[in-house]
T-cell receptor, first 115, second 110 residues
Framework: GAVVSQHPSWVICKSGTSVKIECRSLDFQATTMFWYRQFPKQSLMLMATSNEGSKATYEQGVEKDKFLINHASLTLSTLTVTSAHPEDSSFYIC???????????FGAGSRLTVL | KQEVTQIPAALSVPEGENLVLNCSFTDSAIYNLQWFRQDPGKGLTSLLLIQSSQREQTSGRLNASLDKSSGRSTLYIAASQPGDSATYLC?????????FGTGTSLTVIP
């Protein structure tokens, strides 16, 4: 079945640094990649939707300059949290889907802790 | 806007019991509905996908049903096991976006 590899699975960084999270679709071409954020004991909050080769579409309230999303190829999408602060600490999950399939394949998630 | 609700929010059952998790959505114009499992600190694992034209899907001890007209889906778990303990989420695909419920946290007691 379709697999999305997400890494790092766990990252701790100092306040003010930038962190990049990568998601790779291993056996399918992810024409669309969704990026979600999940707070403890809550459901997933959609941050942005990115289509390969296009600029990401951000949900209301999500700062596009803080959460940089790149989807330069059909198998790789990245989320960079710039100048991270403790309030950015969260669980970030990517999800890929291929054109016409309408089926979600999730990465394993990345837990970010900002000190 | 589509709203997805899952009831109950938490459920605790003894091992061996059959159980039903509920998912309701407000707009019946959907492409499909997907049930996921999430273990603590992990990503989501797809369990079952039901297309809008289907009434149910089965995989092992899991059976998911869909009643699009009433905006409801259920996930039936037969003969529950401690390993089934996790959070279960449903996601509704409207074609433009996926909407997630808040999940049901299931604990199966040995």
């Amino acid at each position: 079945g379709a697999v999305v590899s997400q890494h790092p699975s766990w990252v701790i960084c100092k306040s003010g640094t930038s962190v990049k999270i990568e998601c790779r679709s291993l056996d399918f071409q992810a024409t669309t990649m969704f990026w979600y954020r999940q707070f403890p004991k809550q459901s997933l909050m959609l941050m942005a939707t990115s289509n390969e080769g296009s600029k990401a579409t951000y949900e209301q309230g999500v700062e596009k300059d803080k959460f940089l999303i790149n989807h330069a190829s059909l198998t790789l999408s990245t989320l960079t949290v710039t100048s991270a602060h403790p309030e950015d600490s969260s669980f970030y999950i990517c999800c890929g889907t291929r054109a016409g399939a309408n089926v979600l394949t999730f990465g394993a998630g990345s837990r970010l802790t900002v000190l | 806007k589509q709203e997805v609700t899952q009831i109950p929010a938490a459920l605790s059952v003894p091992e061996g019991e059959n159980l039903v998790l509920n998912c309701s959505f407000t707009d019946s114009a959907i492409y499909n509905l997907q049930w996921f499992r999430q273990d603590p600190g992990k990503g989501l694992t797809s369990l079952l996908l039901i297309q809008s034209s289907q009434r149910e899907q089965t995989s092992g001890r899991l059976n998911a049903s869909l009643d699009k007209s009433s905006g409801r889906s259920t996930l039936y778990i037969a003969a529950s096991q401690p390993g089934d303990s996790a959070t279960y989420l449903c996601a509704v695909n409207t074609g433009n976006q996926f909407y997630f419920g808040t999940g049901t946290s299931l604990t199966v007691i040995p």
